[in-house]
Structures are given as structure tokens and as C-alpha cells.
């Protein structure tokens, strides 16, 4: 047994935050508090406003007939018995659809080499996966339109499917779709340096073979949509749990030929959405020309079921990765193939390559690596499309090179941590852009290093490991150092042509009181945006934080393009940062017209007008907006009140903001049984000035368990006709409480250069890094044994298949690549 | 998701219940606590004709001591097992057991006639009945019967109930100062089915075992008794070798199908590692 | 007695007499969302898995998405709506919001409920214990460190407050 006991997660209760005092803000201001959301309350009251809690006048429901088969053609559909079921109030199939509604097909401008398919809202031909809608049933209640959907008859053809995107690939694979001619979306090849030679030359060639299984979302709430179409007006009123009303609003203009500025989407509270509801949905879409269609409003709530059948699902990779380093441990090269799998249509309107572009090219970006090479190959395969999921490709880039670096470590006898320590980009050589094209601002990954080691107390633990395994108890210590790609700019989507704003708008006011609204235009699931909005203005323009009222997710609202990529506050709040500072300014000017002063001597603190020089009181805000409101002919002629004002952001220095970090995971694997245990997790991150630490915190937890969820639960299983094994929470294994550890969290500050309030994304830093330091523990704990894992998620089975107590691969699922050693040269 | 239409009835004793099963025939499901039926309803995996609602039949409740036998009402909740003192001291099994039956709320409405009629293959109260050599009473409006719990699992799902027959009652023998038990699972996440689990009656008498009880379940089609187990350790005195023999000779007990949690050589593995640790709970007990 | 497709039921929902004609084949989630606008309750998965449906029945949880409405008959109902008015969990939500043990709040009313039942007879209790208990309810945004957080300061204050009383 160990000696003594090491300081494990002992810092857990301490605060995150050693609050360093936000430079552009005076000291008392909200900015840098751990504040509670002021909607956290009424939502913890039971009064949430979901979509589907909310119920129209002569409002109809939907229930689609989706495909049985993962593959099939549509010979013919008989509706006739469903329309005749009571309470069944129209059947509408693809071609129904399609009198009002065009077609959904990806194009991306800049990478004209992804080709793609049509797809039909409603399937009209043929249908590419398991779940594809080919009919829908229009009730007054779900119940009965569920009922009616089982009476529609659809005489089928079923074609051959192909599941496994290596086959799909291969000469003679089942089409997806015969049109494209081939199965293959897109490939790539992205290479700098001199990559042959370095592994000529290198003291340890390292090779592993990856297996990610497919993951999906699971956001508790399923997607959901109300469409309110009036005829007379032409006009389309949508409530949709979605993380982009905006982009909806166009979309829908689009597809279904209405004005643009007669569309508007609602996006109320959303209960979680983690990528899955950034997408355009043929159901969705279908929801709203029904509502065209019959001119009243139309609901859809997607089931479990149909969240599994149809949301986006991610991350589906074989890799085989290779490194070389030097006799020193320096990284020479890395050289990596990907396949992905996408699913049956690149998904609508980003694009399913994000995944796979994002894994080929952050590749060992952390790293001072001479020479890079990466292949990619993206299949499409008769399986759910694939789209957003929290941090798009990035945990699959990081758990490669994670997982590769620690083999070389042990291929040369250097302590993991050393390694990493010994290729970090250095503090000199910022700004810096990597061999795959990543270009980083200023990185602190020595200090995050230092600080986590020290939070983990790492050469104790060690020690401890090392005596235990003495005992036959085997235990994995794993790092990751992670970057995090945050608040991508116009770089992103403009090149493809894609209407997908980077760029957030803040609307602000004064009411005549004093109290302040502010419209801003990313959009908030609950990771808290809104809050850290009210905070910096509140801060700005010197009044409380309750004086705030901040709305969004309305497309009547303050444009914007809602929450995705770590963007809310890096980018909504530099634009309400700069709307409050033009509102204070002329505010002040109504001021200063009032006392007969100069704007320059004057400030706001703490609702009052107050001379800058000495603090002393002139006049209370709020009789300055009274003034503003109702007195105008108290001020001077040339003084018109303007009490809003508008700014806007995206970032234009920079392509997007890195942020960065280091995790570390502990685990104990039972070797009889293959059980993981989580111990201790730790994160040490780098996300800039935060503007609210209990927030923040929260976003890393949450972030860092559902990637431990991916790692040792969940995937994606589908049998080779393409039907999903895993379409319930039965089957689909999420993380739950009891299973998942404490996690110790720690920051380090980089203010984010160029931008007014220093502050970059970090709604994905936990999720990243999480899988990947679950790589490298499991196989640290199986060193002695000789052996490693290569398949996720590290199932009991996987672990006992690995240590050669059972002899046969896992039964299920088709793909199993083997797990072969590296070579030492 | 949402139910198919079905009609419902809620009997209020059980002959009634048992009448009407009898005019419903096979197209009728009785609605104890509705645990696994409600999802196979919302999925529309199962579209009965109509749902006999037993929750508010008295005498499918409670739990009491008849003589040198526990009897449990077919209705009893598996939360009221779970702080039964009676059963805590009795049958300390099903004590062991019941916590492991997935979750609070779960645990508040389902039922043990409900699981055992059910028999899913990796539920754990089926097991404890077997391993404890329970006594089930099965009532028909032709009369009662009463079945070995060893008897009544015949396969995946598949017991020796007649559809005109409603599962009423348990029969556990109480505890003897030689019982000793043991019990262990593998479930992927806390409270979930188990992949494999082991229960397990001994009575010892004077270190040596008089009867092994070893019951494997999650990786076999139904509750498997494991009888070469049981032989070798009949007489044999409590020891790590005993242990080590126990295990070996699972093995010729054990066919385990193949699942997404694991294939039968993994499933092999795990019940031998399981049976191992549960003969080490007896022998320390 | 008849089977029949619909039946009147009378049952008490947060205090409130309710007498309703509701068809047999629909779930209590159901009701208490569609027909008593009590959206509080959510349906995550209405196959038992995810306890976002968590409701107390007669003052036990119970999976509200596993229960027939007409099974309600003659039952007290109580809502996340109904203990959050009575002031029953007052204690419990502050501390959910004080450490932001919510984030979407799809989960939230059933977390509170399984959480409830926890608190109701306090005993010390171990975090993994707590997260034993809390293991039925799904959240996929805080993962769970501030919910057990919460839930432990609860525990510990209800224990004090009780050993006060003595």
C-alpha cells in the first residue's frame, strides 16, 4: 500500500479563480464575480418556457413515418388509411413538400471537391439512413397522429447498405447515393516539412491505431419546433429549440421562398443543445412547410427515439497515427491517416466536414514539430449525418497526439509530463502558426503545466502508482494539453458562402427609470452568455447588475449568430462591451448639458452622475433618463437624447482566439473484470480575463464529463444493415453521477491581445482534452501488462480483450481494427 | 412515443382480476408496477388489447412471517423490500439485492411479482428467489398452485405462468443460523441491468459446506443454478483452494449469449471472477 | 367492471382537486403538461432512463412518464410547480442557483425531486453516496460536481438544523 497519501484533488473546495481584477473595469464592479444566473431560479422553479411546454390556438401535431431500413428506394406510398383515422388532419409526403419547399444540398464555395446530395425535407426517391422521414402524419394530438403513422403503407425497395466508411470506400461498396458515383465526400492531404526523412532519422517511430466510435449529443431536451405560418400576411412565426434563430430565419425564408424580414424564429429556453441543434433538420424544415401548407400552426417534438434516428451524431474515426522523435524526446514528426464516416447526407447547410477537417489539421499544434503530415478521407456510409458536436474534431486531434506522445515517452524513458514540457511552442515564439495552418496568438502551456502538476501532486502520485502496482492494483495517470479553438471569425463560413454570421450585434438602452435593455446576439442553452453580458454591461456603465435585463435567441432581435464555437461571450461581449461604453457616452452627454459641465469630468457609479475628480455627486442617473425621455426642452437645442446605442463584433486581427490547457485523468482498472474506475481529474485552463469564474468552472466540468462520457460509455452502434443497437438511454450509455469524479480546476491568465476585454471561448476546452487524458491514463495503467487500447469507449470487454483474458474481439460491432504495437528503431 | 390505445381495467380483488384475465386471454397484460411495461407500451413494442391494473388488489401486499417462511405479496414494492426489517433479517439475499435494482424511483413502483413474471434475464431478484429455493404461488380462477422458483424460469422471458395466471405471492424460507449468503454484479453504470451477477445461499455447518446455492444471471437467458459448482463444494470445508475449485467447475455450468455489453468468453470471465469473490463473501461471513 | 379507453379520475395535483376524463393509454407526464399546463415536469425519454419526468406521488418519486394517469385516481400529485410554491425545497433550490447546479434546467425538476427524497429524513451521507442516490437523472451540461455540491450543503445543513431541534 502507498506510504502516504498524495494531495489528491485537495484544492477542489478551494475558488478556481485567484480573481485577478479585470483591467478595464474599477475595483467592486461585477465583472470577475462568480454571480448566479438571475434565470437560474425559474428554471429551478419548473418555469422554463420550452419549446414543446408551449401550445398555439388550433395548433396540429406531427409524427413522421421514417425509414425502417438504412437504405431503401420508395416504390410508392398509400396513405389512404392513415387520412381516414379520426383526428388525422392531413398526410404529407415528399412530394407534398416539395410543391412549397426546395431542397437542402451542400455546397461549400471554397472546397468544391465535397460533393454532395440532394436531400429532400420528406424523402421523396430514396432514403440514405435508418430514420430518414418519408411520410409525416398531421393530428390534433401526438398520440393519434402516432397511431395514424402506423397506418401508412410504404412499399419499399431495400438496397444494400454499407455502414463501415473503410468498406464504403473501398472498389465495389454499395452507393449511398448512385448520383455521386462514389462514396467518398472528400479527402485531403495536408503536409509540411520534410516527413519521410525525419522518421528515417528518428531514435523512436511510435505507431497507434484509433478507433472513436460514433457519439451523439443527448441533449435531454430533444429537438423541438412550433411553425406559425399566416397566409394573409405571409408570414412565418417559428419557436425552435435552436442554438441559431437567425440562421433559421434565413433558412426558412430560403427554402420556403418567404421575405426574409416576415420569418422570425424564437428560440426560448433550450435544454441543451452541445452542436445538435445548430443544424438545419429535414423534419424541421417539413414542420414549417406544413405550416405553409395548411396555413395554422404546426408542432413537432422529436422523441428519444427520433433524437437517436435523427440528430446529428459525431466524431465517427479510424486513425492510425505515427511519431518520431529524437533520442532526446523532441517530436520530429507526426504522420497521421483519417477515415470518418459522416453519414448518409453531408448535414445542412456547415457541411459534415468540420469534424474531420478540424482533427487532420490541430494536429500537435501545442507542439514545436518540424514536419506534419495528415490524410483524410471522409466516406459517406448508410448511417445518421453526422454534424457539431462540442468541440468538432478537436478531441480526436488531441487524443492522437496525446496518446502518441506518451508512447514515445515510454519508448524513450522520459516522464510523460517531461515530454510534453520538452516540445511545447515556447513563450518566444508567438505569435505562432503550426504545421497543419493553426495560427496562435500567445499560448501559456509551460505554465499550465507547472500549475497542474503541482494541483495533482504529481510525483507523489506517481510514487503511490508504482507502489500499488506492487499490490496488483493498476492505475493509469493521463495528460492532455489541449488547445481550443474559440469565436472562429468570417474566415470560418464566408469562403464556402454559407449565410452563417460570425459577427454578434448588441442593442442597448436606457428605459426612462434608468434600468437598462441590452438585445445581444449570440444566444444562451444555459452555459450562462446572458449572465456574463448583464455583468460587463452592468460594469460599463457603472449600475448594478440587477439594473440589466439581456435578451437574445429572438431573429427579431439583435442579429447575431447565436452559440457555437466557444463564441458568446469572446464576441458578444466585446460588442456589448462597446454598446455600453457608446451608451454611457451618451448618457453623459445628456448630462453634462444638464449640469452645463464637459462629458470628460463627468462618470456613472453606482446610478449616479458623479465628477470624476473627487467622486462628488452631481445628479442620479435616473434623472438624467427622465430628462432624456420626457424633458427634452430642458436641454439645450443641439443636445438630441439618444439613449440606445448599437455596436457590433467579430474578430478581425486574429482568424479566431486559441485558448488552452492541460488535464490530467486517474483512473484504476480492476484487471479481472476490465471495470474503470475514475479517480481524479484535473484541468489547469486558459480561456483569457474571466468575466464570471462560477460559470466558467461550470462549463469545464460539464465539458470535461462528456468527454470521459465518450470515452468510457458512449457509441454509436449500428449492425451492418445499418440498424441502430443503441437507439435508447438503455443502450446509449451517458455518464451518470456515480461514475464520474471530482474535478480539481485551476486557470492561468493570457488575455486574449486585441481585443477590448481579453476574453476567449470555453465552452469546449473540457470536452477536448477530457477524452484524450482517458486515453493516455487507461494505457499508462496497462503498461506493465505490455498491452494498449485502441478502441473507444474503453468497455470492460475492450480492457479484457486488450489484456489477452479473452481470446475473441468484441462481437457486435463490425469494425475493430486491431491494436498493434509501435516499432523501436 | 406514446402508447398504443389499449383499454384498462382496474380490479379491485383478485378474483376479479383473475375473471378478467380469463375473458381476455392472451390480449391482456396485468399492470403491477409498470416499470417495464410503460416503456415497452411507449415504444409500441407491445400492443395489448387491455391492461389489468392489480395495483389495487390488498391482498397482493405485504410482507410477513408465516411459521419458518416469509411471505411476500406479489405487489410488494422493491423500495419496501429494501427497508424491510423482516427481509433485512430473514432473507439478508434480497436485502443485498434489491439495492442494486436500478434506481429510487424505480424502486418506488416496481414490484416483485412484476420482475419475476417478467424474467428478465438481468434482473436480480429472480436470482435471490432461486438461490433462495423460494416458493412461488400462482393463482388461476381454477384455484392456486404453487412452483420451485428453479421450476417457474424456464427461459429469456419465458416462465411456467399460464396466461390465466397471476403471479400472488412469495414464499421465502426465513434465515437459519448456518445460511450464510453472498451477492455481487457487473453493471456498466450504477443501477443499470446487470451484465453479470451472482447470488448465492450456503449452509455451513461447521466450516464445511452442507449445500451450495449459486445462481448466475445477466449473461444466462434465465436464472442458471450452477450444479457442478454446487458439487464441488458439497462437504468440502470453506478455503481458497475450495474457492479456486468452485470456479473452475462454473464453468461447465455457464452458457452465456452474446450482448452489446460483452460476448460469452467475456461473460465466462466475468461470472468466474464474480463466483470467486461471492464464495470469498461467504467464507468471510 | 368494464374495460374501458377513458375514465374519469379525480386526484389532487399540488393541492389543487382535480377531476378529469382522460384516455387510459396516456402517461401522468402527459396530463399534468398537456392537460393542467404544468410544464415543470419534462419528458427526456419516456422510457424511464433519464428522470426528467420525476414527480412525487402520494410523497414518493415516482417516474412520472411510467405511470397511467388513470392509475393517479384518487392520488396526491405533487409537481416541481407545487414545491416550489409551498417553499418545501426553498433551501434545496437556492443552493442549486447559488452554485449554478443547473445550467439548460431540462433536468433540474427532477433532479430536485430525486434530491428532495434524499433530504427529507437527513443522515450523513458521502459524495458517493449522494451520487448514488442522484444516479437515475440524467444532466449532460454541469456534470453533476455542483449538484452533488449543492445537495451535500443541503444535507449538512438540514442535519445541524434537526440536531438543533433536540
Known amino acids: 500500500m502507498p506510504s502516504r497519501a498524495c494531495l489528491r484533488g485537495g484544492s477542489r473546495r478551494e475558488p478556481a479563480i485567484a480573481s485577478a481584477r479585470h483591467p478595464a473595469f474599477p475595483a467592486g464592479s461585477p465583472v470577475g464575480e462568480g454571480v448566479a444566473r438571475p434565470s437560474a431560479l425559474r428554471l429551478a422553479s419548473g418555469r422554463g418556457r420550452y419549446t414543446d411546454d408551449q401550445t398555439l390556438p388550433r395548433m396540429v401535431h406531427l409524427a413522421f413515418v421514417r425509414s425502417p431500413m438504412a437504405h431503401a428506394r420508395i416504390r410508392g406510398i398509400d396513405i389512404a388509411a392513415a387520412l381516414a383515422f379520426p383526428g388525422v388532419v392531413r398526410v404529407v409526403t415528399g412530394a407534398d413538400i416539395a410543391t412549397v419547399c426546395k431542397p437542402m444540398q451542400v455546397t461549400l464555395a471554397h472546397l468544391p471537391q465535397h460533393v454532395s446530395a440532394e436531400q429532400w425535407p420528406i424523402a421523396i426517391a430514396e432514403i440514405a439512413f435508418q430514420g430518414e422521414p418519408v411520410a409525416a402524419v398531421v393530428a390534433r394530438s401526438r398520440r393519434e397522429a402516432e397511431d395514424a403513422a402506423e397506418l401508412v403503407a410504404v412499399d419499399w425497395e431495400e438496397l444494400p447498405a454499407v455502414v463501415d466508411p473503410i468498406a464504403a470506400l473501398a472498389a465495389g461498396s454499395p452507393m449511398v447515393h448512385s448520383s455521386l458515383g462514389s462514396n467518398l465526400a472528400f479527402s485531403a492531404r495536408f503536409e509540411n516539412g520534410e516527413v519521410d526523412r525525419a522518421f528515417a532519422a528518428a531514435a523512436a517511430v511510435v505507431e497507434h491505431r484509433f478507433d472513436f466510435g460514433r457519439v451523439a449529443c443527448v441533449a435531454l431536451e430533444s429537438r423541438a419546433i412550433i411553425a406559425d405560418y399566416d397566409p394573409t400576411e405571409r408570414s412565418l412565426l417559428v419557436r425552435q429549440s435552436h442554438q441559431s434563430p437567425h440562421l433559421m430565419q434565413t433558412m426558412f425564408a430560403r427554402h420556403l421562398g418567404l421575405a426574409e424580414h416576415r420569418v422570425r424564429v424564437i428560440a426560448g429556453d433550450v435544454g441543451g443543445a452541445f452542436g445538435s441543434k445548430l443544424h438545419v433538420y429535414g423534419d424541421e424544415i417539413a414542420t414549417a412547410a406544413i405550416a405553409v401548407l395548411l396555413g395554422r400552426p404546426v408542432k413537432f417534438t422529436a422523441d428519444r427515439l427520433e433524437a437517436f434516428q435523427s440528430d446529428a451524431q459525431a466524431r465517427e474515426f479510424l486513425a492510425t497515427g505515427r511519431l518520431a522523435a529524437d533520442r532526446d524526446g523532441r517530436i520530429l514528426a507526426i504522420d497521421v491517416d483519417l477515415v470518418s464516416g459522416i453519414g448518409g447526407y453531408s448535414i445542412y447547410p456547415r457541411s459534415s466536414l468540420g469534424d474531420g477537417l478540424q482533427a487532420a489539421t490541430f494536429l500537435g499544434a501545442a507542439y514545436d514539430i518540424a514536419a506534419f503530415r495528415s490524410q483524410l478521407r471522409v466516406a459517406y456510409q448508410n448511417k445518421v449525418p453526422s454534424g457539431a458536436l462540442r468541440g468538432v474534431g478537436q478531441p480526436i486531434s488531441c487524443s492522437i497526439v496525446e496518446q502518441l506522445i506518451d508512447l514515445a515517452a515510454g519508448a524513450l524513458d522520459i516522464d510523460p509530463a517531461e515530454m510534453r514540457r520538452r516540445n511545447y511552442l515556447r513563450q518566444g515564439q508567438f505569435p505562432a502558426t503550426s504545421k497543419g495552418g493553426l495560427k496562435m496568438t500567445e499560448l501559456s502551456l509551460v505554465p499550465c503545466l507547472d500549475r497542474i502538476l503541482e494541483l495533482m501532486d504529481y510525483r507523489c502520485l506517481r510514487q503511490q502508482q508504482s507502489e500499488l502496482r506492487e499490490a496488483g492494483i493498476h492505475r493509469g495517470i493521463g495528460f492532455a494539453t489541449f488547445l481550443e479553438q474559440t469565436a472562429p471569425g468570417a474566415g470560418l463560413y464566408g469562403p464556402g458562402g454559407l449565410p452563417i454570421t460570425s459577427q454578434d450585434s448588441c442593442i442597448i438602452r436606457f428605459e426612462p427609470s434608468g434600468t437598462v435593455r441590452c438585445e445581444i446576439g449570440c444566444s444562451d442553452q444555459g452555459q450562462g452568455t446572458l449572465t456574463g453580458i448583464a455583468q460587463i454591461v452592468a460594469a460599463t456603465l457603472g449600475i448594478p447588475l440587477d439594473d440589466v435585463a439581456v435578451s437574445a435567441g429572438d431573429s427579431a432581435g439583435a442579429q447575431g449568430g447565436g452559440a457555437w464555437a466557444s463564441r458568446g461571450l469572446a464576441i458578444s461581449g466585446e460588442a456589448a462591451h462597446a454598446a455600453a461604453r457608446q451608451l454611457r457616452r451618451n448618457l453623459l452627454t445628456v448630462a453634462a448639458a444638464v449640469l452645463q459641465g464637459n462629458l470628460e469630468d463627468l462618470d456613472i457609479r453606482d446610478r449616479l452622475i458623479v465628477d470624476v475628480a473627487d467622486g462628488r455627486e452631481r445628479l442620479s442617473l435616473a434623472r438624467v433618463c427622465e430628462i432624456a425621455y420626457y424633458c427634452q426642452d430642458l436641454l439645450p437645442p443641439e443636445v438630441t437624447p439618444e439613449l440606445s446605442a448599437t455596436s457590433h463584433f467579430t474578430p478581425r486581427t486574429d482568424p479566431y482566439f486559441i485558448a488552452n490547457g492541460i488535464q490530467a485523468c486517474h483512473l484504476e482498472i480492476d484487471a479481472e473484470t476490465g471495470w474503470i474506475k475514475l479517480l481524479d481529474h484535473w484541468i489547469v485552463d486558459d480561456c483569457g480575463h474571466v468575466i464570471n469564474p462560477l460559470l466558467v468552472d461550470d462549463q469545464l466540468r460539464g465539458g470535461i464529463v462528456q468527454g470521459l462520457g465518450a470515452a468510457l460509455f458512449e457509441r454509436c452502434v449500428y449492425d451492418e444493415q445499418g440498424q441502430q443497437l443503441t437507439a435508447t438511454m438503455a443502450d446509449y450509455l451517458v455518464p451518470m453521477a456515480a461514475e464520474m469524479p471530482d474535478i480539481t480546476i485551476a486557470h492561468v491568465l493570457t488575455p486574449q491581445p486585441g481585443t477590448a476585454l481579453g476574453i476567449k471561448g470555453v465552452g469546449e476546452a473540457g470536452t477536448i482534452g477530457a477524452t484524450a487524458a482517458v486515453w493516455c491514463a487507461v494505457n499508462d495503467a496497462l503498461r506493465p501488462f505490455g498491452v494498449r487500447v485502441g478502441r473507444q469507449p474503453f468497455s470492460p470487454e475492450v480492457i479484457l480483450t486488450a489484456l489477452g483474458v479473452i481470446p475473441t474481439p468484441p462481437v457486435v460491432d463490425p469494425v475493430n481494427p486491431n491494436d498493434e504495437e509501435g516499432d523501436m528503431q | ?285 | 367492471m368494464d374495460a374501458v379507453t377513458r375514465a374519469t379520475i379525480t386526484l389532487s395535483v399540488n393541492g389543487e382537486p382535480i377531476a378529469a376524463t382522460v384516455p387510459v393509454r396516456q402517461h401522468l407526464v402527459d396530463f399534468l403538461r398537456e392537460d393542467l399546463g404544468l410544464t415543470g415536469s419534462h419528458l427526456g425519454c419516456e422510457h424511464g432512463v433519464c428522470g426528467a419526468c420525476t414527480v412525487r406521488v402520494d410523497g414518493i418519486a415516482v417516474r412520472g412518464c411510467l405511470m397511467l394517469t388513470v392509475q393517479a385516481d384518487g392520488r396526491r400529485i405533487e409537481t416541481i410547480e407545487g414545491l416550489s410554491e409551498s417553499g418545501a425545497i426553498a433551501d434545496l433550490q437556492a443552493e442549486f442557483v447559488a452554485r449554478n447546479a443547473l445550467q439548460c434546467g431540462f433536468c433540474t425538476s427532477g433532479m430536485l425531486i430525486t434530491a428532495a427524497a434524499l433530504l427529507e429524513r437527513p443522515r450523513a451521507m458521502s459524495r458517493g453516496e449522494i451520487r448514488e442516490h442522484l444516479s437515475g437523472n440524467y444532466c449532460r451540461c454541469t456534470g453533476y460536481q455542483a449538484i452533488v455540491d449543492a445537495v451535500a450543503s443541503v444535507l449538512a445543513g438540514r442535519i445541524a438544523a434537526g440536531a438543533g431541534d433536540r
Request: proline share 4%; with cysteine; charged share 20%.
Open chain 2, 1 to 285: 412515443m406514446k402508447a398504443p390505445n389499449f383499454a384498462y381495467l382496474r380490479a379491485t380483488d383478485l378474483p376479479g382480476a383473475l375473471a378478467a384475465l380469463d375473458s381476455y386471454g392472451t390480449g391482456a397484460r396485468i399492470l403491477a408496477g409498470g416499470q417495464s411495461l410503460m416503456p415497452a407500451l411507449n415504444f409500441r413494442l407491445d400492443v395489448p388489447e387491455v391492461l389489468i391494473d392489480i395495483n389495487g388488489v390488498a391482498a397482493l401486499t405485504g410482507i410477513e412471517i408465516q411459521g419458518d417462511v416469509i411471505r411476500i405479496g406479489a405487489l410488494t414494492r422493491h423500495a419496501e423490500l429494501e427497508a424491510s426489517a423482516v427481509i433485512a433479517a430473514e432473507a439478508p439475499l434480497l436485502a443485498a439485492a434489491v439495492r442494486h435494482v436500478a434506481h429510487p424511483a424505480i424502486r418506488n413502483r416496481g414490484t416483485i411479482g412484476g420482475s419475476l413474471s417478467l424474467a428478465d434475464p438481468a434482473a436480480e431478484l429472480p436470482a435471490c428467489m432461486v438461490a433462495l429455493e423460494a416458493e412461488l404461488v400462482l393463482a388461476s380462477s381454477a384455484g392456486s398452485r404453487t412452483i420451485g422458483a428453479a421450476a417457474f424460469f424456464r427461459g429469456l422471458f419465458e416462465t411456467d405462468r399460464r396466461p390465466n395466471e397471476i403471479l400472488v405471492e412469495v414464499r421465502v424460507k426465513r434465515q437459519t443460523p448456518n445460511r450464510r449468503h453472498g451477492f455481487a454484479e457487473l453493471s456498466r453504470r450504477h443501477g443499470d441491468f446487470a451484465v453479470v451477477g451472482i447470488a448465492c445461499q450456503a449452509d455451513v455447518a461447521d466450516a464445511k459446506v452442507a449445500a451450495l446455492r449459486l445462481v448466475v444471471f445477466g449473461s444466462e437467458s434465465f436464472p442458471r443454478v450452477a450444479s457442478h459448482a454446487a458439487a464441488a463444494a458439497q462437504g468440502r470445508v470453506l478455503s481458497r483452494a475450495l474457492r479456486d475449485d468452485i470456479v473452475a467447475a462454473l464453468l461447465e455450468d455457464l452458457d452465456p449469449s452474446d450482448n452489446l455489453q460483452g460476448g460469452a468468453a467475456t461473460k465466462r470471465q466475468w461470472a468466474q471472477i464474480l463466483a470467486g469473490r461471492v464464495v470469498a463473501q461467504i467464507t468471510a461471513a
